[in-house]
């Protein structure tokens, strides 16, 4: 079903395999999910082949919206008291940091900078000045990079960066599948006088093709939970504070 259609329904699922209980339905899609087969969304999954495009495993953006829906609140709640009156804001691409975006169109007196058009819109009619990046836009991102991009963030100054990754390793330090959006986040990272990273625990130890900083290069780390000792103790070498 998942090659034929690219996209099952777990209420599908249910009237398809009428003898089957919701939890043995939930474990295959687990299964499917773990094999390489399939990404798991909120209602179901959708074949990894429909995203395979030139080369890139990420992941599209609107899958990738519907995963880990709660992990993404609680770090976006806890990211949000980060966010201070009057300053430069980056705001990066990805999911994580569109629902920190959601929670600060209240906010007032900020410049918000960003490569997200989705994070541009929902901001734009606030009481804040927004900035989008030039460049060409990813459609598995939703975002901006390139030279258009490079070339309008180097007469920007950044008092805070707030940046997403696909992936982290201790050994790798945070990465995605993108070289140019890779290029872009490290200089943000670069630029930036603080940088706090948002990434859930379900992307640790999952390496992407292109490393864009290292934990020696953020601030703050913001997640769902803990992370492990090991990734704790680097944390703590980098005085990186992990909330």
């Known amino acids: ?16 395999f009428p003898d089957v ?30 995203f395979k495009k030139a080369g890139e495993d990420e992941i599209e953006y609107m899958v990738r919206q519907a995963e880990n829906v709660d992990r993404k609140a609680v770090i976006a709640q806890k990211a949000s008291h980060f966010i201070e009156k009057g300053r430069s804001v980056y705001l990066d691409a990805g999911s994580t940091v569109m629902c920190l975006a959601k929670l600060l169109t209240e906010m007032k007196g900020c410049t918000f900078i960003t490569s997200a058009v989705n994070t541009a819109l929902k901001l734009a009619s606030t009481d804040n000045s927004v900035i989008l990046l030039g460049g060409t836009v990813n459609p598995n991102t939703v975002a901006c990079s390139g030279p258009e991009a490079m070339q309008m963030l180097e007469t920007m100054n950044i008092d805070m960066a707030v940046m997403g990754a696909s992936g982290f390793s201790v050994e790798k330090g945070f990465s995605v599948s993108s070289m140019y959006d890779a290029k872009l986040k490290t200089r943000i990272v670069e630029k930036a006088r603080k940088t706090i990273i948002l990434v859930d625990s379900s992307k640790i130890d999952r390496d992407k093709a292109y490393t864009f900083c290292e934990l020696k290069d953020v601030d703050i780390w913001v997640c769902d939970m803990m992370p492990d000792d090991k990734v704790l103790e680097k944390c703590r070498n980098y005085n990186v504070l992990v909330i």
């Open 1 to 16: 079903m998942l090659d034929v259609a690219q996209e099952v329904f777990l209420k599908q699922l249910k009237t398809v």
């Open 21 to 50: 209980s919701e939890m043995t339905i939930r474990r295959d899609l687990i299964l499917l999910e773990d094999m390489g087969y399939a990404v798991r969304t909120h209602g179901g999954a959708v074949s990894i082949n429909r």
